[in-house]
Nanobody, 121 residues
Framework: QVQLVESGGKLVQAGGSLRLSCAAS????????MGWFRQGPGKEREFVTT????????TYADSVKDRFTISRDNAKNTVLLQMNSLKPEDTAVYYC??????????????WGQGTQVTVSS
């Protein structure tokens, strides 16, 4: 069992940066790949990025590639999402998830409650 709590979401201007954090409870954090997903108003939840259990492999959605960076610290049970050059279309609730290394929502077993990111133009 893993419990996930996201933080760091807020209102930011276009072109700005933001760092989201996801804190995980439990001793099994390092056995899960970690992902970030987002859900904009009236949209389905979509894949943003994922990182392997060791942190050695990452995958990004094309829409965020070269702007977002995912990282993890297994000693601190934390995963971070650094977001740069933010755009209004990045506005969404961002969710942290634990599961298998995949771009699919269904591959993740545990989800946080989400944190709101709003990018103003």
């Amino acid at each position: 069992q893993v419990q996930l709590v996201e933080s760091g979401g807020k209102l930011v201007q276009a072109g700005g940066s933001l760092r989201l954090s996801c804190a995980a409870s439990g001793r099994t954090f390092s056995t899960y790949a970690m992902g970030w997903f987002r859900q904009g108003p009236g949209k389905e939840r979509e894949f943003v990025t994922t990182i392997s259990r060791s942190g050695g492999t990452t995958t990004y959605a094309d829409s965020v590639k070269d702007r977002f960076t995912i990282s993890r610290d297994n000693a601190k049970n934390t995963v971070l999402l650094q977001m740069n050059s933010l755009k209004p279309e990045d506005t969404a609730v961002y969710y942290c998830a634990a599961g298998r290394y995949s771009c699919s929502v269904s591959a993740y077993d545990y989800w946080g409650q989400g944190t709101q990111v709003t990018v103003s133009s």
